[in-house]
Structure formats: C-alpha cells, structure tokens
C-alpha cells in the first residue's frame, strides 16, 4: 500500500490542492491530507472546520483521509508510519522554499521523502493567502475554491450588493 502525507496550512483548501489531491491519487494508494496547527496564529477558518471543508469535499473517496498535525511535519510521518510527503509546485516561486523545506526535512532524517507534482496551468496563481485578500474584499473566487470553501468564504465576507 503506498501511502503519501499531504502536508499544509489550508486556510483554506484551493482548488489547486484539490487538483494536486486527485493526481496524487494516480501515484498513491491513499492520501492522507495532514491540517498543520498552530502554525499562524490567528488563521482564517479554525482548525476544525478546515478539517471539516476538506472531508465534505473528499466525502466520496475513501482513499483520502484527513487529519491534524502539530510540531514537525517528519515526527508526524514517523508517528504515521508515512515516508512520501506529497507537495504541489507553482512556478517558480514556489522552488526555493519547497527545496528549502524538503533539505531541512532531508537534514533531520532520511527517512522520509518528498514528491512534487507541478500544478496544474489554470491553477498556478492560486493561493490560499491570495483567495483570502481577495474574498476578505468582496471579490469573487468563484471556481478558484471548492464550493463547501466558497459557501463559507461568502458567509463570512458577504459581497458588496450580495
Ligand atoms: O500550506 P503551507 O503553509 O505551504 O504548508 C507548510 C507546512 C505546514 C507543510 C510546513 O510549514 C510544515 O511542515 N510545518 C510543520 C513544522 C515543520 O516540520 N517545520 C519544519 C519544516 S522544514
């Protein structure tokens, strides 16, 4: 059974995770999408109900499994029994923290390993920071989210004449 840890802040899931999600599926046997805490201190959506987005979307496949983790995302792995870690790459820009975190990964234990897998073109300027700017000022990112993302995001930041 191959098994890979999808790792990240999700706040909140974008469709380019979504997209990275279902690809990994065709490498992977299961994928399990590993909500880090704690780790802004005032995020967006609360711990929980990322976690909740993220299983209403994944509700029909049961190869995707949802979690939290706390403290270092190897110690975690390794508690798991996991050794893929699972990372999308936008661009460029994206390379040098990516390569920065796989090394201090690397450096801490060879253990576990990482697979990138590139993001698709329509998703490559998606992030979650950007979806938050934008949605915190009444702008649409309809399509860029999941629909259970994008009734939230609405709900809490109505739109202008909405
Ligand atoms: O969605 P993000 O913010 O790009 O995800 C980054 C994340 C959560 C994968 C990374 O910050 C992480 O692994 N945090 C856990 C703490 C840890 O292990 N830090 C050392 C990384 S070298």
């Known amino acids: 059974m191959r098994i890979a840890l999808y790792p990240g802040s999700f706040d909140p899931i974008t469709s380019g995770h979504v997209d990275i999600i279902h690809r990994g ?7 399990e999408v590993a909500i880090a805490v704690n780790i802004r201190k ?6 929980d109900e990322r976690m909740a987005m993220i299983r209403e979307i994944f509700a029909d ?5 949802v979690a939290q983790f706390s403290g ?4 975690y792995a390794r508690k798991r029994g996991i050794t893929s870690v699972l990372r999308g790459l936008r661009a460029i820009s994206d ?10 990964n690397r450096r801490l234990t060879d253990e576990v390993d990482f697979v990138f897998l590139m993001t698709s073109e329509e998703h490559y300027f998606v992030s979650s920071s950007l979806i938050r700017e934008v949605a ?8 860029l989210v999941p629909e259970p993302v994008l009734r939230r995001l609405q709900a809490r930041f109505p739109q202008p004449g909405a």
Do not use: H, K, W
């Not at 496949?61 to 499994?65: H, L, S």
């Not at 915190?136 to 399509?143: A, C, I, Q, W």
């Open 25 to 31: 599926l065709s490498i992977f046997d299961r994928i």
């Open 72 to 75: 270092l995302l190897i110690d």
């Open 95 to 104: 390379f040098e923290f990516e390569f920065q975190m796989a090394s201090m």
């Open 61 to 65: 496949e049961p190869r995707v499994e």
């Open 42 to 47: 005032t995020p967006t959506f609360p711990d």
């Open 136 to 143: 915190l000022n009444g702008g649409d990112v309809t399509g």
